[in-house]
T-cell receptor, first 115, second 113 residues
Framework: NAGVMQNPRHLVRRRGQEARLRCSPM?????VYWYRQLPEEGLKFMVY????????ESGMPKERFSAEFPKEGPSILRIQQVVRGDSAAYFC?????????????FGSGTQLSVL | QKEVEQNSGPLSVPEGAIASLNCTYS??????FFWYRQYSGKSPELIMS????GDKEDGRFTAQLNKASQYVSLLIRDSQPSDSATYLC?????????????FGKGTKLSVIP
């Protein structure tokens, strides 16, 4: 039973480019959460999605960031026109039910570096 | 005041000793508390959860919660070099959805053989 799969593991972008981060939840999980970990900071909640729905995006920056979780395929976190301050580790987590923190599993993260 | 605070460390303990990790939180209404372990470059992994005042033991790990003082701690008995990692305290704040974890910055633990 594969865990939460994120790709790519490392992503390098130049300022102004777009970054697309992918997350496939664990089998049987339909709730996906994205967190960002800036250097020397704790994990910060960004967005919570269910299939085809954004439930809570209160942690997402107002501009340039968007997320989706389509009916088919992985969840995507998209960052347009990246800036150096976007450099961070982006973690995805999934659970089988809303707020089921006992069964919440994290992926290995995508390390985004903006040059 | 930060919502969830931890000493960043590093905390160094000799092998076989007890490691004590502490976390304080600002929201008195918080009800759910978690400890995660994160090895360098890896995903956070849940090791303990606690919801009621007192102690909760699981193997070599004991979580302690004191809601009146707003702190939660993690004790690791008989520390092993493999316990060397960053330990993250996470809290569900009362104003947030039950799915939204607020993390501290983590405490880096180093167990010296």
């Amino acid at each position: 039973n594969a865990g939460v799969m994120q790709n790519p593991r490392h992503l390098v972008r130049r300022r102004g480019q777009e970054a697309r981060l992918r997350c496939s939840p664990m089998k049987g999980h339909s709730h996906v959460y994205w967190y960002r970990q800036l250097p020397e900071e704790g994990l910060k909640f960004m967005v919570y999605l269910q299939k085809e729905n954004i439930i809570d995006e209160s942690g997402m920056p107002k501009e340039r960031f968007s997320a989706e979780f389509p009916k088919e395929g992985p969840s995507i976190l998209r960052i347009q026109q990246v800036v150096r301050g976007d450099s961070a580790a982006y973690f995805c987590a999934s659970s089988p039910a809303r707020g089921d923190n006992e069964k919440l599993f994290f992926g290995s993260g995508t390390q985004l570096s903006v040059l | 005041q930060k919502e969830v605070e931890q000493n960043s460390g590093p905390l160094s303990v000799p092998e076989g000793a007890i490691a004590s990790l502490n976390c304080t939180y600002s929201d008195r209404g918080s009800q759910s508390f978690f400890w995660y372990r994160q090895y360098s470059g890896k995903s956070p992994e849940l090791i303990m959860s606690i919801y009621s005042n007192g102690d909760k033991e699981d193997g070599r790990f004991t979580a302690q919660l004191n809601k009146a003082s707003q702190y939660v701690s993690l004790l690791i008995r008989d520390s092993q070099p493999s316990d060397s990692a960053t330990y993250l305290c996470a809290v569900v704040l009362s104003g947030a959805g039950s799915y939204q974890l607020t993390f501290g910055k983590g405490t880096k633990l180093s167990v010296i053989p």
